[in-house]
């Protein structure tokens, strides 16, 4: 006799599938990366300041703020066959890609540079003192 009263409890038990669940989103995937490669030389071997973005600043008033946060430098010998490069990746290179590079006050020297993003070359600039690559107009 227990056996089906225990039975009868439990086939009167109301069963609840909720239908409505809601699972947690999982975040948003980040943004692409693009690789951003800079290269400078010189035609005249020779020694030049170099600025270049390795990183996309968060919006343009911190940018505009302080650029230099977001504009390392290095100095480097560059010439025919002595080229700095540099591999970075950026989210919106057409934003923040930009290398530039200087050879100050002594004889022109004819300074090139070159902006490639995922492979493509998408700025060449070159100058008698120093050159700017960037997909922007600064």
Same mark, same amino acid.
């Given at each position: ?10 086939? +009167? ?9 809601s699972a947690a989103?999982?975040?948003? $995937?980040?943004?692409?990366? !693009? ?7 010189? &035609?005249?071997?020779?020694?030049? &300041? ?5 990183? *996309?600043? $968060? ?5 505009? !703020? ?8 290095? &100095?480097?010998?560059?010439? $025919? ?24 006050? +002594?004889?022109?020297?004819?300074? !090139?540079?070159?902006?490639?993003? *995922? +492979? ?19």
């Open positions: 006799m227990l056996l089906g009263l225990a039975s009868a409890t439990v086939l +009167g038990v109301d069963i609840v599938i909720p239908t409505g669940v989103q999982p975040p948003p $995937p980040p943004p692409a990366l !693009h690789d951003v490669k800079y290269t400078i030389f010189a &035609e005249v071997p020779t020694f030049v &300041e170099i600025y270049y973005r390795d990183v *996309d600043p $968060p919006n343009w008033a911190d940018y505009s !703020h302080n650029p230099y946060v977001y504009s390392p430098n290095v &100095e480097a010998n560059v010439g $025919p066959d002595l080229q700095w490069n540099l591999d970075v990746q950026l989210t919106n290179p057409d934003q923040w890609a930009m290398v530039t590079a200087t050879s100050g006050q +002594g004889p022109a020297t004819n300074v !090139h540079c070159v902006l490639a993003v *995922d +492979g493509v070359v998408v700025k060449t600039h070159q100058g008698p003192k120093g050159a700017l690559c960037s997909v922007r107009n600064w």
